[in-house]
């Protein structure tokens, strides 16, 4: 670390979590930590890199037949972001994470809708979610789907993402959203498999409010991350913009009144394309 950075560190040291606050040594340490991924995200690096976070661990994943690719994802994710949260590169943060994601789910419906069993066996709770979508797509009827219990979910959701997304700089939100894309990749690769227009329910089963919820996390979670790593480190940093934040709860909240709105009407659809 050169004798600038040095003394950028030196010259803060905030409380990050309630009243700890950590030594220089160990400020100085989570700052090169978070630049460790600085060859794989320079210039035009960050794109095949994050192509590769995405996939290449599921990969292995589905090759060897052992879970895990979502922990593998989610670290090499994290240390791509942090990159980007150190250099405050909030363009290339974002469309880094949602790359990441995309490649990822790309890959993951791919081989689920090739190879349903097998995939099943490395995406954990994958098969019961397609059997309880199923269901709620041929009857309509969901306990989860009610107002009343979906409201308080995303609540506690967004107050999670929050949570560990400070406390892990971003590992343990990105695991989880590992996780959930892949609950909803092999519901759609089933409702793809079983449906008359492929293509049709591609764009029902991926639902609208989902891809928002999505894109608002992607904002809460750059966010919350840039706000940890400043406290940890102490280190100075460009003015986080409260635009970002606002955007990020505008498209939750956006998620919560489309489906609202769509859910029935989406239902009906994906339920008259089923073979």
């Not at 803060?12 to 030594?23: E, V």
């Not at 609540?155 to 993402?161: Q, R």
């Not at 793809?192 to 639902?207: K, R, Y």
């Amino acid at each position: 670390m050169s004798d600038s950075n040095k003394k950028e560190i030196a010259e803060s040291a905030p409380r990050w979590i309630g009243p700890l606050s950590m030594p220089l040594s160990a400020r100085q340490f989570a700052h090169r930590f978070a630049g460790a991924a600085e060859p794989l995200c320079r210039s035009w690096r960050w794109m095949p890199s994050a192509i590769l976070a995405g996939v290449l661990p599921l990969l292995l994943s589905y090759w060897l037949k052992v879970k895990g690719h979502q922990i593998a994802s989610a670290v090499l994710l994290m240390l791509l972001c942090l990159h980007c949260v150190r250099e405050s590169k909030w363009v290339k943060g974002i469309a880094l994470m949602a790359l990441a994601f995309l490649a990822h789910s790309s890959l993951a419906i791919a081989l689920a809708c090739i190879d349903p069993q097998g995939v099943a066996s490395v995406f954990p709770d994958a098969q019961d979610y397609w059997q309880k979508q199923l269901q709620w797509i041929q009857s309509g009827y969901d306990p989860e789907y009610q107002l009343s219990a979906w409201v308080p979910a995303h609540i506690k959701l967004i107050g999670g993402a929050f949570l560990f997304s400070y406390t892990s700089l971003g590992g343990i939100t990105f695991y989880e959203g590992f996780y959930e894309v892949d609950l909803m990749n092999f519901y759609n690769a089933q409702l793809i498999n079983q449906s008359v227009n492929p293509t049709l329910a591609l764009a029902l089963g991926w639902h609208v409010w989902s891809l928002l919820r999505g894109a608002g996390f992607l904002f809460i979670t750059y966010e919350t991350v840039s706000l940890s790593l400043g406290r940890l480190t102490g280190a100075r940093s460009k003015k986080r913009r409260s635009w970002r934040w606002v955007t990020g709860l505008t498209c939750l909240v956006a998620d919560g009144v489309t489906k609202y709105i769509l859910i029935e009407a989406v239902r009906e659809q994906m339920f008259a394309n089923l073979k």
